[in-house]
């Protein structure tokens, strides 16, 4: 099993940052490629952010490329994302996730924080 916490949500100004934080327990978590999700209200759970257990891969979606940037310290069993100019439609909850890569693309395992929310004030 694996327990994920996210913390680091909060209210922001469109063109602000936040810095989101995932803390990670259980199995050897360094093992595991990471990711961030996110759902806003009444719609599903989209990607957004993958990397793998090394940190040499990383991806993103098209609508946050440029803006999100993920990274891990497997020393503390951490994955992060500072998300800088924001935008009103970054406005969801934020979940992190253990997964794999298959190829290029982050596959997500059933491992899901509560999530923290995020909103963007425009």
Known sequence: QVQL???GGGLVQAGGSLRLSCAASGRTVSNYAMGW?????????EFVAGI????GITNYADSVKGRFTISRDNAKNAVYLQMNSLK???TAVYYCNAGFYSGKYYQP?????QGTQVTVSS
Do not use: I, L, M
Request: hydrophobic residues 20%; charged residues 30%.
């Open 109 to 113: 395992y059933n491992y899901w924080g």
């Open 37 to 45: 999700f996110r759902q806003a209200p009444g719609k599903e759970r």
């Open 52 to 55: 793998s257990w090394s940190g």
């Open 88 to 90: 009103h439609e970054d």
């Open 5 to 7: 916490v996210e913390s």
